[in-house]
């Protein structure tokens, strides 16, 4: 809790088991704090005394009042409970979203009496429109009980950037206008515009894909799954240079090409935010290393998934825990994720610009305060508009036609994008929707490989022609070898089986040889349609199996 006592002077308390750590700032810098017994009135008198002594200009009166309000406070409050704690009510403390609050904590870095030190500073706003800035603790009161926040954070290192800048911190707690979200995100589609170069088929959609996912980033907390970016492409494509952009933009930006896995465990874990993971070829290395590292970005898609590590115990016995990795993550690489972790991103796909484009040989720093101003404001949206990200995680009319992992993926951009449509973002979600079905298609063409093609097609001429022939597995090897004798050469019948197995086509044993007996027509043409193959199935056929 807080209140002014002054234009120049600040309170704070923070309740510590019986006692209260009262503190006094002046422009977040500590002039006087104690502990004291809150609820004596002595005790209150001896802290009046004190804090004016040091403070001459302090108002007594104000201050008695001040006190008086904190004793209220604690007597109105419930008792901690001894039981158990519903898990529901547990929020993170970077950034959450609640139908009663919404908040995030901002490390302040202020003068001790030793130095600088840094504290954590919750910022809140209240569905009543109230915002405050408090010390962070371990609950929030609301009306409908307590809010317990998890895990607590160590103080901030004096070198760690807010994100939010001081003065437009104090802005927003004088209740400036929020900003305007339209406004922000043409902006933010600007900056990316400006300095990356796109595909011109795809530029729009990729921009604004972008743009939505950087708003994302402060509000993800409202979804139980979040998409990651895989942004591909050869060596001088432009990777890391969407990553020098990111960086700038994005929540409590992470990025990291050689930190460990088990830094980037308790990094995550402890103040979460939004990792940038550059050169991620190592991802499929068989090292235990990789292992870690992929363990950490299967597990952070979706909230609730923690990963898990085996760590010792001191008794020479080990336990397992757990740590919360959920969060946006961008991934780059030159070639091709693990399939596992492709499935979790939306692409963006980089080329090697013009030699005559002016973009790659700008300065991102040339105007560092385009990016101060783009961070100060998604940080202010973040938190104004709390119970309408919570509506947006349940809307699904967005996403027309889709289901499973693509829904997963593109909900959150499309229901970002058609709030910001009906705010006067004209046509933006039909771009979005039109950019995810053509990625969509081309993650269908790169998910079947080629061979995985071949053998289907050959299957599926089989079952059209075979009369009451059962072709085998030898058989189909050797039509392949005789069709594509480079990529099949090494190929055995033992590979044919499990590679159809993939696609839910099980071969039966007849006469000591392995056979498709029970593959039909109507499986293949659900194989088609799902993986958008054409596997030369005439149209009259595949309205007879009724799959057309």
């Known amino acids: 809790m807080s209140t002014t006592t002054a234009p120049s002077y600040e309170l704070r308390y923070v309740p510590v088991g019986r006692l209260v750590k009262l503190l006094i700032y002046r422009s977040d810098e500590v002039l006087h704090s104690d502990k004291l017994d809150v609820c004596r009135s002595s005790a209150r008198e001896d802290f009046i005394d ?17 006190l008086l309000q904190i004793v209220n406070d604690l007597n109105r409050a419930p008792a901690k409970p001894d039981g158990e704690i519903d898990v529901t009510r547990l929020i993170r403390p970077e950034i959450f979203h609640t139908d009663e609050v919404s908040g995030c904590a901002i490390p302040v870095i202020s003068m001790g009496e030793s130095g600088p030190v840094g504290q954590w500073m919750l910022y809140l706003r209240w569905a009543n429109g109230r915002r405050e800035k408090i010390d962070l603790t371990d609950h929030i009161q609301t009306d409908s009980g307590r809010f317990w926040i998890h895990p607590q954070p160590t103080p901030p290192a004096i070198t760690q950037s807010s994100g939010w800048s001081s003065q437009s911190r104090q802005f927003w707690l004088e209740d400036e206008p929020a900003p305007d979200p339209v406004g922000v995100f043409q902006e933010l589609c600007r900056a990316v515009a400006d300095y990356l170069d796109f595909p011109a088929e795809s530029a729009g959609g990729t921009t604004a894909t972008l743009a939505l996912w950087s708003i994302l980033s402060y509000v993800y907390p409202a979804w139980s799954a979040v998409p990651y970016l895989a942004v591909g492409g050869p060596l001088g494509s432009g990777k890391s240079q969407v990553f020098e952009v990111l960086k700038r933009i994005v929540f409590r930006p992470l990025p990291s090409a050689n930190m460990t896995a088990p830094a980037l465990f308790r990094t995550l874990h402890e103040r979460g935010g939004v990792l940038l993971l550059d050169e991620a070829e190592r991802l499929r290395d068989g090292s235990p290393e990789a292992g870690e590292l992929r363990n950490i970005l299967l597990s952070g898609y979706k909230r609730g998934t923690p990963a898990q590590r085996m760590e010792s115990s001191g008794d020479g016995k080990f336990r ?70 919570l509506e947006l995680a349940d809307r699904s009319d967005v996403c027309p036609a889709m289901s499973g992992r693509d829904y997963e993926l593109w909900q959150p951009i499309m229901a970002i994008a058609a709030w910001l449509e009906g705010l006067g973002a004209d046509a933006l979600l039909p771009l979005i929707q039109d950019h995810a079905r053509q990625l969509i298609e081309l993650n269908r063409d790169d998910t079947v490989p080629d061979a995985d093609e071949t053998l289907l097609k050959l299957l599926a001429t089989s079952v059209l022609s075979s009369g009451h022939h059962v072709l085998t597995t030898n058989e189909l090897l050797r039509r392949a070898n005789e069709t594509e004798p480079n990529t099949f050469k090494h190929w055995s019948s033992r590979g044919i089986t499990s590679t159809m197995k993939r696609y839910g086509i099980i071969t039966s044993k007849n006469n000591g ?14 194989i088609e349609r799902i993986y958008g193959l054409d596997l030369g199935i005439p149209k009259e056929s595949a309205l007879l199996c009724g799959n057309g």
């Not at 825990?321 to 946006?328: A, I, L, R």
């Not at 796909?349 to 404001?377: G, H, V, Y």
């Not at 040889?513 to 659900?526: E, H, I, M, N």
């Open 513 to 526: 040889q392995r056979t498709f007996a029970k593959v039909t027509l109507s499986q293949l043409v659900k």
């Open 50 to 66: 004190k804090a004016t002594r040091i403070i001459p200009d302090l108002p007594r009166q104000q201050l008695s009042n001040y």
């Open 320 to 389: 397992t825990v757990t740590f919360d990795v959920y969060g946006p993550k961008a991934i780059a690489c030159i070639g091709s994720l693990p399939e596992a972790l492709a499935s979790r991103c939306i692409r963006i796909n980089m080329f090697r610009a013009d030699p005559t484009s002016e973009k790659p040989r700008r300065r991102i720093d040339a105007d560092p305060q385009r990016w101060a101003d783009l961070r100060d404001n998604l940080h202010a949206i973040a938190l104004e508009h709390g119970p309408t990200w």
